[in-house]
């Protein structure tokens, strides 16, 4: 690890990038600082959310990963500051970051090509299901993946019917190729609390199981390069950073945590890489990571002629 050199002069400390997502501009960026958490900073480049993280969190096709010490926080930071990234060199105050050495992190869905007829892969698909609702069930989760297709009056007011409604729809939109009706997206788009709303998640991991399941074949991803422009137009109704994902998953671009766990499933594993790839991408945020991946394994059944066995016959597991 390139551990910070922390100097008591007024050059302040120095950090590496460990990767730097494809989103982020080559040629350099003005930037003021957006909003800051933790193990997070975002900044906001015209109307472009970009983000830090620090060596612990996922890659992000809108973010710069940065090889911290243990004990870094980026709380030491306000909201306004400004932020300068030339030659290469990212300037935040007291940070300088140098972002020559990162790789380039950018996923690929559209070439794991999901395919639930293969035993292997319809075996890591129902792992994944298991845990899921186990996680939800457990924490007693608003949203549960096994009971969103439910269609008697047990699920809850609020939040759960309402994604119980949207998500019936968008499916069987998703399977007749129209998107006629945007209703359900603009009944999903900013559904819930939090940084990332659960409905904003939801769509994000929907858009990453779709991609995975193009197969090269192009009614498919007609369909989903428009459902993708369609949630964009939509996103004002959200907050920037939700906004930001959607806008980047439409593009078939995740967090490597989601992607990772795609690439397990679409790869038929059925081992340990699996169950380590699942809790990774199930414990990002409070609720965020279930509901993203609720979203993903829906995305992966809406096109096999075997649907109902995957998303309706299995919600009492």
């Known amino acids: 690890m390139n551990v910070a050199l922390q100097s008591g002069c007024a050059c302040g400390m120095y950090l590496k990038a460990i990767s730097i997502g494809d989103a982020i501009p080559r040629t350099g960026f003005d930037a003021a600082v957006h909003s800051v958490f933790k193990s997070a900073i975002n900044l906001i480049s015209g109307d472009t959310l970009l983000t830090l993280v620090t060596s612990n969190e996922a890659d992000l096709p809108q973010g710069i990963r940065v090889d911290t010490p243990k004990d870094f926080s980026f709380e030491i930071f306000n909201t306004g500051e400004p932020a300068i990234c030339r030659d290469n060199i990212l300037r935040l105050n007291s940070l300088t970051i140098q972002l020559h050495d990162a790789k380039r992190w950018k996923c690929d869905l559209p070439a794991l090509h999901a395919d639930l007829t293969n035993p292997a892969v319809s075996t890591s698909w129902q792992r994944v299901w298991q845990i899921l609702n186990q996680r939800q069930t457990q924490l007693n989760a608003e949203i549960i993946a096994k009971n969103l297709f439910r269609s008697d009056e047990t699920i809850k007011a609020g939040i759960p019917r309402k994604a119980n409604e949207a998500i019936k729809n968008l499916f069987n939109a998703t399977r007749q190729y129209n998107l006629t009706n945007t209703s359900p997206l603009r009944a999903l788009i900013g559904l819930g609390t939090g940084l990332t709303p659960s409905g904003d998640d939801l769509l994000v991991g929907y858009l990453s199981g779709l991609w995975c399941s193009v197969s090269n074949k192009s009614e498919r991803i007609h369909f ?30 995740v967090s490597s945590h989601l992607a990772n766990l795609a690439e397990a499933i679409c790869h038929g594993e059925n081992s340990n890489h699996l169950a380590a790839a699942a809790e990774s991408a199930l414990q990002v945020g409070h609720t965020s990571g279930m509901d993203a991946v609720t979203g993903l394994l829906l995305g992966f059944t809406v096109w096999e002629t075997s649907w109902c066995e995957y998303a309706h016959g299995r919600q009492d597991d």
């Open 224 to 253: 989903v390069t428009n459902l993708g422009k369609t949630i964009v137009d939509l996103s004002p109704q959200t907050n920037d950073i939700s906004r930001a994902y959607l806008y980047h998953a439409s593009h078939g671009q």
